[in-house]
């Protein structure tokens, strides 16, 4: 399998269930986000928008889907498990990778009832960074959520994870994979705002700067972007995925991959949803990435 097609959806802020969450579980960070949600973000976090973007993918004759967090609003356990039923709905393991993002993290949640529900969709356990083989793509799941501090909305991937990311890449690259990063943080400047900015962003750029990798996603910004930052063999692109369920402006990335003898050949496309919920070409790239190739067995 030499070409593959993925999806990448992010952001999907699943609704709440009906019921108010129960007061005991509101002494907490999530009370600021539970007023958010009545208030505002629930008339633009809609499920039929995201049953639209889901049903677009679904048409696009994919490989594999990855969506790069925020599946939650609250951290509630509840909305852990719908979460977890939303990506059985999608696929196995096989065919669905998952990360977290900081509304998964929103206050320090067991991993019995919270993102350990997901393991299925991440690595073994959930320890990051992690691994999927596609074909000959790797997905490397990174989190970046970690519960902060009220009105904060910020990332951090640690030192720990940024070590264990550097050999994972080089070791990767030995394979002669094409490498895609995964995490829910934008890693480029100026994204977003600082309050919702990955703090170790610089550190994480360095990692890509020396080990490599041929492609970074991300959400959180819920703008569809594409840009760069350096890597050892030249620019690493970088692109952002809106959310998957805000109206109006909703949509997904679609990435293709082929390995063509001496080089990668990679398409990135946006899909965006307009006001009348059809969906059209954004913004692409076109990559041609010298590749190492596969060490014989």
């Known amino acids: 399998m030499n070409r593959i097609r993925l999806a990448h959806v992010s952001d999907l802020h699943l609704p709440l269930a009906p019921a108010a969450p129960r007061l005991r579980d509101l002494f907490s960070k999530r009370l600021l986000s539970w007023l958010s949600w009545r208030w505002k973000r629930r008339s633009v976090h809609r499920p039929e928008v995201l049953a639209q973007v889901m049903a677009?993918?679904?048409?696009a004759g994919i490989d594999h889907l990855a969506v790069t967090g925020d599946l939650t609003n609250l951290s509630l356990p509840d909305e852990f498990a719908r979460a977890r039923d939303w990506l059985a709905a999608q696929g196995p393991g096989?065919?669905?990778?998952?990360i977290p993002g900081n509304h998964d993290a929103l206050v320090d949640t067991p991993q019995a009832e919270g993102p350990g529900l997901w393991s299925p969709w991440m690595g073994e356990g959930t320890d990051f960074p992690f691994v999927k083989r596609v074909g000959p793509v790797a997905l490397v799941g990174v989190s970046s959520a970690v519960p902060t501090a009220p009105f904060l909305a910020s990332g951090r991937?640690?030192?720990a994870q940024l070590k264990r990311l550097e050999s994972?890449?080089?070791?990767l690259e030995s394979e002669g994979l094409f490498r895609v990063v995964l995490v829910h943080h934008p890693i480029t400047d100026g994204a977003v705002s600082e309050r919702k900015a990955l703090t170790d962003r610089a550190a994480l750029r360095a990692v890509l700067a020396r080990a490599g990798a041929e492609l970074v996603l991300h959400g959180h910004s819920h703008e569809a972007a594409i840009a760069s930052v350096p890597g050892p063999r030249g620019p690493i692109a970088v692109v952002s995925?809106?959310?998957a369920s805000a109206a109006p402006a909703a949509g997904w990335g679609l990435v293709e991959v082929e390995a063509a003898n001496a080089a990668w050949q990679a398409v990135v496309s946006l899909r965006m949803r307009d006001a009348d919920g059809r969906f059209s070409a954004g913004e692409s790239i076109?990559?041609?990435i010298a590749r190492l190739p596969r060490p014989e067995r």
């Open 157 to 159: 991937i640690g030192t």
């Open 56 to 59: 677009d993918v679904g048409g």
């Open 286 to 288: 076109d990559l041609q």
């Open 241 to 243: 995925a809106p959310s």
């Open 94 to 98: 096989a065919a669905v990778t998952a």
């Open 168 to 171: 994972l890449l080089q070791a």
